[in-house]
C-alpha cells in the first residue's frame, strides 16, 4: 500500500504568559491509500490538535507553533502558504467535526453550504452545479434531497447534520478524509449508519479517512489500522488485529479492558485505568502514563522511552515486550482468520 | 406606548412657565381682558386640563393637530413642508452609520489585536463620548472654516448635507463598531467557522458571507435603537448647521409654547420610533431561519 500521508515528528506547541506546552509531542505515522486509521485516545489528548495542525487550521492562532513534517503525496504541507494551503483543505484533505449542527452555518441553508463547496471547484453551469449538490446529498444517504437542501440545520436531525458535512467533504473529492470524532455527538444507530457510510466510501473512491475518537469500540470496528494517543504523544499504532490481540503499551491494554464486553461473565467488573490523564501544563517527567501504569519502574520516572518497532507494532514504552506478553492472553485473534483482531462481541454480530 | 407620550408630553408643556396667549398676542400691551378671554375660549385654552388633553386625542386620531400658535397655519402642513429635510439628514446618517459601523466592526474584528483594532476603538470611543453639538462644531472648523470643502449651514443640496449627516453617523456608530466587532469575535470562535476555513474557503468569504451575517442580528437591534438617539440628534444638529427640518422646528415651538406644533412633533417622532423597532423585529426572521421557524410553529 502506497503511503499518501507521511507525518514525521509533528509537534504543536503552546506559548501564553504563564505555560509553555507541547500539545502534540513528535508524532510520526503514515497513512495509506484507501486505509482507514484510527486515532484513539481520551479528550485532550492531542488528537484534535494534530488533524487541525494538519490541515494549517492552527495558523491563525499566534499562540501555536507547529513544528515537524506532513507530507501529502510527497508534498510538504506544513510549509505551504495559505494560499496553497487553501487549495489542499477541501479538494484533497476534507474534514468532518465532531458536533454536526455546530459545524454548520445557522443562518445559511444547507443546499448553499453544499453548494459553496462544489463551487470552488470552478466547474459547470449554475444548474449543473445544483444538480451536483442534489447528488451529493443523495450519495450520502440523505433522503428528499431536494427538501433537505432548502432546509437550515436547526430544522434536521444531528445524524442528517453530520450527513451533509460529509457531503460538503467530498464535493471537491479529496484523496483524505479526516473525521474528527464524527459520531460522538449522535445516537448510536445513527452512529453506526455513519460509520458504514464512511467505509463505504473509503471503498467506493479509495478515499484514505483519519478517524479520530476516544471509543476503542469504534476503532475496532472501522480501522485499518489505530494509533493510540497518550498526553500528547503517540503513545503506540499498530494494524488494528495486532493492537487488540496483543497491545505493546499498558494503556492501549488498559483502553481495551475498560471497553464493555457482552460476552463477558456478568461478574465481570468494568476495568477503568486508576487515575486520569494530566493536563498538559502538569505532564510528569519521563513516560507520561508512569503514574497510571501498573508496569512503571524507575526508569519510567525519569527517562521519555522512544517509539520501538515490535513487530508489526511501534510502541513508546520501556517495558513494551512484557506489556506484550502480559497482555497477549485476554484480547487472543479468533481462529476464523476473517474476525481476527475483532472485538469479540463484533465477532458475535457477523 | 404611544398614548403615554401623548400624556407625558401634553401635561409637562403645560406645566412649564409662560402663557401661550402672549405669544398669539405677540406681547401687545394694549390688550384687554375681555380679548385675552376671547382668544383662551377660541382656542379652547380656559377649559380643563382633562378636557384639552381629550380634545387633542380626538382631533389627533382624525390627523387633525391644530394650528400652530406661531405661524397660524395648519400644524400638519407646516410639518409637511419641513418633514422632508429631516428625513433626507436621518436617513443620510443612518446609511452612514450602518457603513461606518459595520465596516469598522468588521475591519476590526479582521485585523484584532493590531494597530488597525486599537485605533478604531480610540476612534469609536471619542465618536460615542462626543457630545454631538461638539463633534458638528469640529466638523465645520475642519471641514467648513479650514478646509473650505463644504459648507457649514443650510439645507438643500448634496454638499450641504454632508456635514450634518456625518457628525449624526459618527456619534451613532461608535457604538455599532464596537458591538459588530465583538460580536464577529464571538461568532469566529464558533466551530462552523473553523469547518468554512476546513471547506477551502478563502477568508473574505468567511467572515463576510458567514461570519458577518452571524453578527448582524445583534447589530441590527442596536441600530434601530440608534435611529431613535438619531432623530433626537436631528433636533441638535439641524441647530448647529442651521439646517431646516423638524429638529429647528421643534426647537422653535419649544421656545415659543407653542403646543399644538411641540405634540405634534413629538407625536410623530415616538411613532417612527415604534415603526422603526417593530421592522427591526420583523429584519431578524429575514437574518436568522431560526426566528423565521419559531414564527411560523
Known amino acids: ?350 | 406606548m404611544l398614548v403615554g407620550v401623548t400624556a407625558l408630553i401634553f401635561f409637562v408643556l403645560r406645566a412649564l412657565p409662560g402663557n401661550p396667549v402672549v405669544l398669539l398676542t405677540q406681547g401687545d400691551p394694549g390688550i384687554t381682558q375681555a380679548q385675552i378671554r376671547h382668544i383662551e375660549d377660541n382656542y379652547g385654552l380656559n377649559k380643563p386640563l382633562l378636557v384639552q388633553y381629550g380634545t387633542f386625542i380626538w382631533h389627533a386620531l382624525q390627523g387633525n393637530f391644530g394650528v400652530s400658535y406661531l405661524t397660524k397655519e395648519p400644524v400638519m402642513s407646516s410639518i409637511g413642508a419641513q418633514a422632508g429635510a429631516t428625513v433626507e439628514l436621518t436617513a443620510a446618517a443612518v446609511v452612514l452609520t450602518g457603513v461606518i459601523g459595520i465596516g469598522g466592526g468588521l475591519l476590526a474584528a479582521m485585523f484584532r489585536d493590531t494597530w488597525v483594532d486599537s485605533s478604531l476603538r480610540v476612534l469609536s470611543l471619542f465618536g460615542s463620548a462626543m457630545p454631538l453639538f461638539w463633534t458638528g462644531v469640529l466638523l465645520i472648523l475642519v471641514f467648513s472654516f479650514t478646509w473650505r470643502l463644504f459648507p457649514s449651514s443650510g439645507s438643500g443640496t448634496f454638499s450641504e448635507l454632508v456635514l450634518p449627516a456625518f457628525s449624526l453617523a459618527l456619534a451613532g456608530s461608535g457604538l455599532l463598531v464596537r458591538l459588530v466587532r465583538n460580536s464577529m469575535l464571538d461568532v469566529m470562535g464558533q466551530e462552523f467557522v473553523t469547518a468554512l476555513r476546513a471547506k477551502g474557503l478563502p477568508e473574505y468569504q468567511v467572515l463576510v458571507r458567514h461570519v458577518l451575517r452571524n453578527a448582524l442580528v445583534p447589530a441590527v437591534t442596536v441600530l434601530g435603537v440608534q435611529i431613535g438617539a438619531l432623530l433626537a440628534g436631528a433636533v441638535v444638529t439641524e441647530t448647529v448647521f442651521t439646517r431646516q427640518g423638524l429638529g429647528s422646528m421643534l426647537v422653535q415651538a419649544v421656545q415659543n409654547k407653542d403646543y399644538p406644533t411641540v405634540q405634534a412633533l413629538v407625536l410623530i417622532i415616538a411613532t417612527v420610533y415604534v415603526i422603526v423597532n417593530i421592522l427591526v423585529d420583523i429584519s431578524y426572521a429575514y437574518l436568522d431561519p431560526r426566528v423565521r421557524t419559531t414564527l411560523t410553529k
Not at chain 1, 453548494?115 to 447528488?135: D, F, H, K, N
Not at chain 1, 503499551?249 to 481495551?256: E, Q
Open chain 1, 1 to 350: 500500500m502506497t503511503e499518501l500521508l507521511e507525518v514525521e515528528g509533528l509537534t504543536v506547541k503552546f506559548e501564553s504568559a504563564a505555560h509553555h506546552l507541547e500539545l502534540v509531542r513528535d508524532a510520526s505515522f503514515e497513512i495509506g491509500t484507501g486505509e482507514v486509521v484510527a486515532m484513539v485516545g481520551e479528550s485532550g489528548s492531542g488528537k484534535s490538535i494534530t488533524a487541525r495542525a494538519i490541515l494549517g487550521l492552527l495558523r491563525r492562532n499566534h499562540r501555536m507553533t507547529v513544528e515537524g513534517n506532513a507530507r501529502l503525496a510527497g508534498r510538504e504541507l506544513l510549509a505551504l502558504a495559505e494560499a496553497e494551503m487553501r487549495e489542499v483543505r477541501g479538494r484533497r484533505v476534507s474534514m468532518i467535526f465532531q458536533d454536526p449542527v455546530g459545524a454548520l452555518d445557522p443562518v445559511v441553508s444547507i443546499g448553499a453550504q453544499v453548494l459553496e463547496a462544489v463551487r470552488r471547484r470552478r466547474s459547470g453551469t449554475r444548474p449543473e452545479q445544483r444538480r451536483r449538490v442534489i447528488e451529493l446529498l443523495a450519495s450520502v444517504g440523505i433522503t428528499d434531497p431536494e427538501l433537505r437542501a432548502k432546509q437550515f440545520p436547526h430544522e434536521v436531525s444531528g445524524g442528517m447534520c453530520q450527513r451533509a458535512l460529509i457531503a460538503i467533504a467530498l464535493a471537491g473529492s479529496p484523496e483524505l478524509l479526516i473525521a474528527d470524532e464524527p459520531t460522538t455527538a449522535l445516537d448510536v444507530t445513527v452512529q453506526a449508519q455513519v460509520l458504514d457510510l464512511l467505509k463505504r466510501l473509503r471503498d467506493e473512491r479509495q478515499m484514505s479517512v483519519l478517524l479520530i475518537t476516544h471509543d476503542m469500540g469504534v476503532a475496532a470496528q472501522t480501522a485499518d489500522r489505530v494509533l493510540i494517543m497518550y498526553a500528547g504523544s503517540l503513545v503506540e499504532q499498530g494494524p488494528t488485529a495486532d493492537i487488540f490481540g496483543h497491545p505493546c503499551h499498558p494503556y492501549t491494554g488498559g483502553l481495551i479492558s475498560a471497553v464493555p464486553r457482552v460476552d463477558a461473565p456478568r461478574s465481570r467488573r468494568l476495568v477503568a485505568i486508576p487515575g486520569s490523564v494530566p493536563e498538559a501544563a502538569d505532564r510528569p517527567a519521563g513516560c507520561a502514563f508512569h503514574p497510571r501504569c501498573p508496569l512503571a519502574d524507575d526508569r519510567c520516572a525519569t527517562a521519555m522511552p522512544g517509539p520501538r518497532r515490535l513487530g508489526n507494532q511501534i510502541a513508546a514504552c520501556h517495558r513494551a515486550e512484557e506489556a506484550r506478553d502480559s497482555q497477549v492472553h485476554r484480547w487472543q485473534a479468533g481462529p476464523g482468520g476473517g474476525g481476527a483482531g475483532r472485538l469479540p462481541e463484533e465477532r458475535a454480530a457477523l
